[in-house]
């Protein structure tokens, strides 16, 4: 499978635990985004990497919120003390550096915080 | 102001009909534009590009009015198989971060 893979790609936990998922991207595609749908709505950016440097973060990303990409190829992003309101699908999605190339997206991380 | 509205829907067709959607985006330096399609509970898949000139995939043409801001997915001749949610997507030209519209949902009805 040469597509954006995510894992877990379901999680339930209480609230107050920590939550950590990973997305693997497309292997030549050095740009990756993850983002946060809620039902009804479309996703919302969250964080942006090019390589392993974070460039863009969204004011959406409380002091809660943490994503990683050490060698430039998979990432994480964890939840700490997580909230109800954190429940949600999780995407995550890539590119490669070609201008008007658009993004790829993975199956999702379906979050269900109790 | 959101950077992107689009009408929620649903927009119930028969087979057979062409239906169009709309979708309005507030910066002006919106560069790069997009439709994407999303079935229940999956990923978000790229439906076609928005070029200036306008252009056509199949049945499916998208346009772009600079002017007003705003970019038009027009479905002909719609498949059961088109019942979605039509996503908006523009981005400032940077890439750096997408902007998606809440979508729009088609159900389309034999």
């Known amino acids: 499978d040469t597509g954006v893979s995510q894992d877990p790609r379901h999680k339930i936990t209480k609230r107050g635990q920590n939550v950590t998922f990973r997305c693997d991207p497309i292997?030549?595609?050095?740009?990756l985004y993850w983002y946060r749908q809620t039902l009804g709505q479309g996703p919302e950016f969250l964080t942006y990497?090019?390589?392993?440097?974070?460039?863009?973060k969204s004011r959406l990303l409380s002091d809660r919120f943490s994503a990683e990409r050490p060698k430039g190829s998979f990432s994480t992003l964890e939840i700490q003390r997580t909230e109800q309101g954190d429940s949600a699908m999780y995407l995550c999605?890539?590119?490669?550096?070609?201008?008007?190339?658009?993004?790829?997206f993975g199956p999702g991380t379906r979050l269900l915080v109790l | 102001r959101k950077e992107v509205e689009q009408d929620p829907g649903p927009f119930n067709v028969p087979e057979g009909a062409t239906v169009a959607f709309n979708c309005t985006y507030s910066?002006?330096?919106?560069?790069?534009f997009f439709w994407y399609r999303q079935d229940c509970r999956k990923e978000p898949k790229l439906l076609m590009s928005v070029y200036s000139s306008g252009n056509e995939d199949g049945r499916f043409t998208a346009q772009l009015n600079r002017a007003s801001q705003y970019i038009s997915l027009l479905i002909r001749d719609s498949k059961l198989s088109d019942s979605a949610t039509y996503l908006c997507v523009v981005n400032r030209g940077n890439f750096n971060k997408f902007y998606f519209g809440s979508g729009t949902k088609l159900n389309v009805k034999p």
């Open positions: 910066n002006s330096a919106s560069q790069s």
């Open positions: 990497f090019q390589n392993e440097a974070q460039l863009e």
């Open positions: 999605a890539s590119r490669d550096g070609t201008p008007q190339e658009t993004q790829y």
């Open positions: 292997s030549e595609h050095n740009r």
